[in-house]
């Protein structure tokens, strides 16, 4: 087995081939481009036995991924967290695209479970619309924020209420208020307030649409108490394919719930891990506090840990846990309902 691995830059792709014992066979550099990705094709096809090892910067590696994929291509993501290790442990110093694209595949060798590559679906799709939302509200945020401050200076003491601002009711009567107002102040809040309007209709439009995205693509995981539509949509994009996690341990060691384990001598303990996906974490910590706040399960297990000696904090953190076995279960059953043909399921039925 030969692996090719990749150092990807915005103009050019260096591969390295390494054999089985990580050492280096050939080079090449070609252009980010699709000729360029197709030379790289034609390149690798000397080695008959052959997997491609990319280093996971997405925006970076993803439109070579897909070509490789399309070409039929075996392409397995490594995490950059892992290239320290192998940069450390060769024995040629400095950092150059061939010694990054070497260790890519010398990290693929050493690493027997690292994820499969696959062409992007519905997850990509929800999590480019989850982080398109996000970024409009931060804009409509700053916006907010800026528009209060001319309001304050316009006429102090009549500020709209906290957390207002996105409301249509609000929105009009201030419009109103600002109309026929002289003066810059009075015409940037003005614009500020259409700014405003226009970023809630899109966030609104946005939500919808991930609303219903999710409802068709992860219905088993949207039933989950204290889950809904964005927090959903948070935990499929994140994911990015939850058959890449061979277990439910797996999963949660990449989310960040598991504890780590801390050893004294005999003593064994168990620390908070603030590794791992943060994005997914506090996905699951959302979960977490409204089932506390809503479901009776949350709150009888919460109850159950406090009664065993946990403090709060620990107990939120082993509901987490708890909650993040449950995501793998019905996510794996979505995916299977995904991959099961329709006249099959039509069939069961």
């Known amino acids: 087995m030969v692996v090719i691995g990749v150092d990807s830059h915005k103009r050019t792709h260096t591969a390295v081939a390494a054999d089985e014992n990580g050492r280096r066979l050939a080079e090449i550099t070609v252009a980010a481009t699709e000729a360029g990705h197709l030379d790289l094709v034609r390149w690798a096809a000397r080695f008959p036995d052959r997997r491609f090892a ?137 614009e500020l307030v259409v700014r405003i309007r226009e970023l809630t209709q899109a966030i609104d439009a946005l939500e919808r649409e991930i609303g219903r995205l999710v409802a068709t693509v992860a219905p088993m995981l949207l039933a989950l108490p204290g889950c809904g539509s964005l927090t959903a949509a948070k935990l499929i994009g994140e994911t990015a394919g939850i058959g890449r996690f061979r277990s439910a341990a797996a999963f949660a060691r990449h989310n960040g719930s598991a504890p780590v384990p801390v050893w004294s001598a005999n003593n064994e303990r168990h620390r908070l891990n603030r590794k791992g996906n943060r994005q997914l974490n506090v996905a699951l910590h959302r979960i977490a506090i409204t089932q506390i706040r809503i479901d009776e399960r949350g709150r009888t297990y919460l109850e159950h840990r406090r009664a065993a000696g946990d403090t709060k904090a620990e107990a939120i953190r082993a509901l987490r846990r708890r909650i993040s076995d449950e995501v793998f279960r019905r996510m794996r059953h979505d995916e299977h309902l995904r991959a099961t043909p329709r006249a099959v399921l039509a069939a069961a039925a």
Do not use: F, Y
Not at 131 to 136: G, V
Not at 139 to 150: I, S
């Open 54 to 190: 990319l280093e996971d910067c997405r925006h970076l590696s993803r439109r070579l991924s897909a070509d490789l994929l399309r070409a039929g291509e075996t392409v397995i993501r490594v995490w950059p967290k892992l290239m320290a290790g192998a940069r450390r442990s060769s024995r040629e110093s400095g950092k150059s695209d061939p010694i990054d694209a070497l260790a890519v595949a010398r990290a693929a060798l050493r690493e027997p479970n690292l994820p499969v590559a696959t062409l992007d679906g519905e997850e990509r799709e929800l999590r480019l619309l989850v982080d398109h939302r996000e970024d409009l509200v931060a804009e409509r945020t700053r916006a907010q924020n800026r528009l209060r401050w001319h309001l304050h200076e316009l006429d102090p003491g009549t500020e709209p209420a906290a957390r207002s601002l996105d409301r249509r009711v609000v929105l009009d009567a201030l419009e109103a208020r600002l109309t026929g107002v002289n003066g810059t102040v009075a015409r940037i809040a003005r």
